[in-house]
């Protein structure tokens, strides 16, 4: 059986994106509205609004987390051209909640790009504070904060053309230190002419530049989100592609060419057009063995890899107009109206008798 | 394809309309929400939907039924078994089948305490939706059991010359308890005209279907009749019944002889009428000749095809091998009825008797205990080499890699439940491939709700050599406590976490607190510092100014000047922090033993010179010259004396 607890994020147009802290304890929603908003769990499991500003002077893209290394630290992106690092300021009266009066701060606004920035990303943490951005210019972009205690201060390391407008970035999180930086960057143009539609970048510590290794050009469609696997000690990475339909890559890196360049051998190990459209986001879980996608169809689905190392789709999700619970009851969920409720879970329906045909997608 | 795939419903308006899109929430949970994409070149305005008040994020997560308490014991102690096993293993490279089964039960014994357990609480429990909840959970449990006595009869505990039948009316004894039941309470109650209960003949025939020839006979004593003619003539039949014996020394086709002489005999009775007078002792020699008609009768008796499948082979097929389980059990079915209405169970245990043993690990994996029961089954079976074997025949398959993937989904669902993720990590161990990477990723991510649990996750992290992950826990306690002004528990984690840029940061929160108010807090930390003052070189300021301090008011004065002059030659003194140390040299210089030599003397009027347009030493400055002066005089004077 599946259960939802139903969070009403109160923005006034269509949510963008979630993002959800390391612990899976803060929720940050960002939305069409320019609004960016910050949730918290309380102990009874029960989701507060926390913070609620005036982000961006367009819609906001996307919203990501730092490391908690680095303390509370949200970027997000907008069309309004800029993206904005923000920190989570504590009062130094108390406040309400034990950890006193809290508000984010705009620590830095990033303006060098000239059009819309569709994706913003921390890097991975072992390399400090990083930020990447792309944008519908066509550009990746690397900051860098130098002092992780100071983070007004951000400098702009390095510009990537990529030369079609880019729609999403994704980091490897390989936790080697053994393997260069490496991006791959997704565009959403369409037209077939152009070529490829994935690019992967690995840093060149030599160069001390970002070098493309590859263009997948067996994706021609466009892209419209990228997701790199935890690599869970691979020789290969995983990555997750959501172009007309769910593409997973085995991409194994070449180090042994004496110049020193990387090489990556590039196979694609499934494919998946279950949504039979467009496909608009790849998401991995935390551990990398479920995919999970979203599509012009409406639906979630999941892919997990079984133990003969073929990926399966395991479970379908999606929204059910007539199940929903009517106005009376969709106050109990309103997370202001009701401080001391604790979480209320609903079960959730679904078409095939759970008893018999559970899908896990632990 | 996608009929196998459940497809769950999201109970909203908008996601129906617009389409949703996700976001993975640590550890297993998902976040839903309603979405449409934009084309990163499109013009920016507002939705279809303008103005909402539906913009809602739904969390969706399995609701585990593992997690109920009822059910943490079961937890628990399968853990127990399975960490004693995998530590056996490391231990001797070869097991013996013995042990192997003894596993077995002790997992099968797990089994039936919590079986009992549910019983208890179901007769306890008030409500109707608990009863029903947990009637569910029984009925999970039950066949979890039934499955599981049969694999170990058929996986683990072979017996030499695939001998199964004996195991097997052991089994459906174990799972079918009420013949024997019925049975022992009517010879206890030793009651005449035993025959007139209802029960009577269905518990004879039903002991006979389960090979309790002894207890039938028993039974047929008791009859008021017993001692008629027809009554004795079944008892010695009964009794001189042949017994396949593997260890008799008896061939297969010599019983199998002695069987056929002995059904003829019995045959040859029935043709001759001699049960006649009675029609159920007639219906149960016709019964053990496999007469037809007999059979078709009592087929009522049975509520499964695997209750029929002993039975029949008892007096059909009694030197069965195991190997021909399968076709057997398919006979059983078809004599029921129900090829075409198998239940989830039914198709279990036929793939285990068709000794198809990834079939059963594929249909168990579908039971709603969320892996438990695949886990550990699996993991025992790998064990024994029973799905090593299966390598050679099936591509692409690694036994090691099925139990392990089940291990990382059993590990990983535990690790995300708040009081369950160490015996989560104790499985993930388990898995020599990924474990520790995904121990890597899900351990730093369990919640910290306070010292003791981050205490907790810093000994597990260390335990497996993740130092990293120890450090960064402690790191972020640090910045906790720095956020919550608590300076003296942030600077212990900071230390613990050889953070050296926290660790600087806070030394100068303590000495900014002193130049402001004049207090040093924590002094005990101060004190006791050690070694770990070498982390930072703010800290090892902050740890010498402390000794300073100490030392002064013990009135150690000559010791205290010393360290002072020391810290005033050294390079690490904080910017805002100089004037300090040149305003602690006054009362030393002022004191009445000589404390400053002249060469100290003069350094400290080279470093009050130097800083003589500073603000903050300004209206200080002529005790300080005054002060200097008078010091140098007597120390010179001092010196020449000793000279």
Request: charged residues 25%; hydrophobic residues 40%.
């Amino acid at each position: 059986m599946f259960e939802a607890q139903e969070i009403n994020a109160e923005h006034k147009d269509l949510i963008h994106d979630v993002a959800y802290d390391f612990y899976g304890q803060r929720m940050a929603t960002c939305s069409s509205d320019q609004y960016v908003k910050v949730w918290d769990q309380n102990a009874e499991g029960k989701w507060i609004l926390t913070s609620s500003w005036k982000a961006h002077s367009g819609s906001v893209w996307k919203v990501t987390w730092a490391h908690p290394e680095f303390g509370q630290v949200l970027a997000t992106c907008s069309f309004d051209r800029t993206a904005a690092v923000w920190e989570e300021v504590v009062g130094e009266t108390p406040g309400p909640s034990e950890r006193g009066i809290r508000h984010w701060v705009r620590k830095t606004n990033l303006v060098d790009s000239r059009t819309s920035v569709t994706d913003v990303k921390f890097g991975p943490k072992s390399q400090g504070l990083q930020l990447a951005t792309c944008s519908a210019e066509g550009i990746v972009r690397i900051y860098e904060a130098p002092d992780v205690m100071n983070l007004t201060q951000w400098t702009l390391q390095h510009e990537v053309p990529c030369k079609l407008p880019c729609s999403c970035i994704s980091w490897n999180p390989s936790l080697s230190k053994n393997h260069p930086q490496m991006l791959a960057v997704g565009s959403d143009d369409a037209n077939p002419i152009n070529g490829g539609k994935v690019f992967i970048y690995e840093y060149s510590e030599n160069s001390r530049r970002w070098i493309k290794l590859e263009t997948l050009n067996s994706v021609l469609d466009p892209v419209h989100d990228i997701a790199f696997a935890p690599n869970l000690g691979r020789s290969f990475h995983i990555l997750a592609v959501a172009t007309k339909d769910v593409r997973i890559f085995n991409i194994t890196p070449d180090n042994s060419d004496p110049s020193g360049v990387t090489k990556l051998d590039v196979q694609t190990v499934a494919q998946f057009d279950d949504h039979g459209c467009t496909v608009w986001r790849v998401c991995w879980n935390v551990i990398g063995t479920v995919l999970a996608s979203s599509g012009d169809d409406g639906t979630v689905r999941m892919f997990k890899m079984n133990y003969v190392n073929s990926w399966k789709s395991v479970a379908i999700m999606k929204g059910d107009g007539s199940l929903a619970p009517n106005d009376g009851s969709k106050n109990l969920s309103n997370a202001l109206t009701s401080i001391s409720q604790t979480a209320r879970y609903i079960k959730l329906g679904s078409i095939i008798t759970p008893k018999e045909r559970e899908a896990s997608w632990h | 394809m996608e009929t196998d795939i459940n497809t769950i419903l999201i109970p909203s308006k908008l996601c129906n309309r617009a389409g949703v899109s996700l976001a993975w929430k640590p550890c297993n949970d998902l976040g839903i929400f309603a979405y449409e994409r934009k084309h990163s070149g499109a013009q920016d305005k507002p939705s279809q939907y303008y103005p909402t008040s539906e913009a809602s994020v739904f969390h969706v997560r399995q609701d585990v039924i593992l997690f109920r308490p009822i059910l943490r014991k079961l937890i628990n102690e399968s853990n127990g078994t399975f960490l004693n096993l995998q530590e056996l293993l490391a231990r001797k490279s070869t097991n013996t089948q013995e042990e192997m089964l003894n596993f077995s039960r002790q997992y099968r014994s797990i089994i039936r305490a919590c079986l009992e357990s549910l019983q208890e609480d179901i007769a306890r429990s008030k409500s109707e939706a608990d009863k029903d909840e947990l009637q569910n959970y029984i009925t999970i449990f039950y066949s979890i059991e039934c499955i599981w006595h049969l694999c170990e009869i058929l996986f683990i505990d072979s017996t030499p010359g695939n001998v199964v039948l004996p195991h097997l009316l052991e089994w459906v004894r174990f799972h079918f308890p009420k013949y024997e039941r019925n049975a022992a309470e009517m010879l206890c109650e030793n009651q005449e005209e035993l025959e007139m209960k209802p029960e009577y003949w269905p518990t004879i025939i039903g002991l006979m279907m389960q090979g309790r020839v002894r207890i039938a006979r028993g039974l047929l004593k008791q009859h008021s009749a017993a001692d008629t003619r027809a009554f004795l003539l079944v008892d010695q039949c009964l009794k001189a019944m042949p017994q396949f014996d593997v260890y008799s020394g008896l061939s297969a086709s010599e019983f199998h002889l002695q069987w056929q002489h002995w059904v003829m005999d019995i045959q040859s009775k029935i043709d001759a009428k001699s049960f006649a007078s009675h029609k159920n002792l007639e219906l149960l020699m016709k019964i053990v000749v496999k007469d037809e008609l007999a059979w078709s009768e009592i087929k009522k008796h049975f509520e499964t095809w695997y209750e029929l499948l002993p039975a029949w082979l008892f007096y059909a097929e009694p030197s069965v091998k195991s190997y021909e389980l399968g076709t057997f059990a398919k006979y059983c079915i078809r004599q029921m009825g129900l090829e075409n209405k198998l239940k989830h169970l039914d198709t279990v245990l036929l793939a285990a008797m068709e000794y198809d043993l990834l079939e059963v690990i594929k249909e168990i994996q579908k039971m709603s205990e969320n892996g438990w029961f695949a886990t550990h089954l699996a993991n025992l079976l790998y064990h024994s080499g029973q799905l090593t074997v299966l390598e050679k025949d099936v591509d692409n398959f690694s036994a090691k890699a099925l139990q392990e993937f089940l291990i990382v989904d059993y590990g990983t669902m535990l690790m995300g439940h708040k009081s369950l993720w160490q015996v989560g990590l104790s499985y993930l161990d388990h898995c020599s491939e990924s474990g520790i990477h995904i121990i890597e990723l899900l351990l730093p991510r369990v919640p910290v709700d306070n010292e003791y649990k981050a205490q907790k996750i810093i000994r597990e992290a260390v335990k497996r050599e993740l130092h990293h992950i120890a450090q960064f826990v402690c790191k972020v306690q640090g910045m906790k406590c720095v956020k919550r002004g608590r300076l003296g528990s942030a600077l212990t984690w900071a230390l613990k976490s050889q953070d050296s840029t926290l660790v600087s940061l806070l030394a100068n929160r303590f000495l900014k607190d002193y130049a402001a108010n004049g207090k040093l807090r924590n002094t005990d930390l101060l004190f006791n510092l050690g070694p770990t003052m070498l982390s930072s070189d703010r800290l090892i300021f902050l740890g010498k100014y402390y000794e300073f301090h100490k030392l002064y008011q013990d009135r150690q004065f000559q010791e205290a000047g010393k360290l002072l002059i020391k810290l005033l030659e050294s390079k690490i003194i904080p910017k805002y922090f100089w004037y300090i140390l040149l305003l602690e040299t006054i009362p030393l210089l002022e004191s009445e033993d000589i404390i400053f030599s002249s060469n100290d003397t003069y350094m400290i009027i080279n470093f009050m010179e130097e800083n003589q347009f500073d603000e903050r030493i300004k209206d200080k400055l002529d005790v300080l010259r005054l002060a200097t002066a008078r010091n140098l005089s007597r120390a010179v004077l001092y010196e020449s004396e000793l000279n």
